[in-house]
């Protein structure tokens, strides 16, 4: 076979199973990338590179490969849904880098952030000083979420007449079902204290709750699992 219209057959034939995979390993591999998400994006445009321009190596070989480490992202993403555990492992925890005003210089340790970064970081959101951000978090995916002062922020309809107060950090106490038992020692809060709150909202069951997040003054806001069907969408 002429080397030309090899190369072509084979990179149509790449394309074809990189879709293919690409819409079996979801939309997350192109929006929010975990650490392993991260490798399996690098290796598989590497396997892909391979399977495009080289005839030495047979194609079912390079698809066999490709498809093990694209699989593999829904494996870890289902363990990831399924344990709590495995999720911290595999995506990493977020990261307080400034809590009530303040630059907390072992989280910056903790994410490998330097005060430049963090200033570039709120640069980009639109904070210049310093002073006007309340919260930094260092997200899994290492974006920084930011949650300015009151009087630093759009002010709302609600804000009209009333004084204005900074908001309240929040914690996940409950994620897919399950107690993050450490989060509600943060709080000053223990599991019995959970369980008889959730009751008086109407929960019987934790596995009934999707999330669940408190604040510093114990105001718990509970979001029930919805398990309406998802192909029902204003998007088509």
């Known amino acids: 076979m002429n080397i030309y219209l090899e190369i072509i057959l084979r990179t149509l034939f790449t394309i074809v199973v990189l879709f293919i995979l690409t819409k079996i390993d979801g939309a997350k591999q192109i929006s929010q990338l975990s650490f392993y998400d991260y490798i399996i994006g690098i ?3 590497s396997v892909a590179a391979v399977m495009c321009v080289e005839p030495d190596v047979p194609l079912w070989a390079s698809a066999i490969s490709l498809a093990l480490f694209m699989l593999s992202g829904v494996l870890f993403s289902f363990l990831s849904q399924k344990s709590i555990a495995c999720r911290r492992f595999l995506e990493g925890n977020p990261v307080f880098i400034i ?35 309340n919260y930094a978090i260092l997200e899994t995916n290492g974006n920084v979420s930011v949650m300015p002062k009151a009087l630093s922020r759009p002010s709302t309809n609600e804000d009209e007449g009333n004084e204005v107060q900074d908001d309240n950090v929040r914690a996940d106490v409950i994620i897919d079902g399950k107690i993050l038992k450490g989060n509600l020692k943060a709080f000053g809060k223990n599991e019995q204290w959970l369980i008889n709150t959730i ?3 109407g929960y019987a069951r934790f596995k009934d709750v999707a999330l669940a997040s408190l604040d510093t003054d114990g105001n718990l806001s509970i979001y029930r699992k919805n398990n309406a069907d998802v192909n029902r969408t204003v998007f088509q």
């Open 199 to 201: 009751k008086s909202q």
């Open 43 to 45: 290796t598989a445009g």
């Open 99 to 133: 809590a009530n005003g303040e630059i907390l210089y072992k989280g910056l340790q903790k994410a490998r952030f330097s005060i430049n970064d963090l200033m570039r970081e709120l640069r980009s959101q639109g904070y210049f000083d310093i002073t006007e951000i």
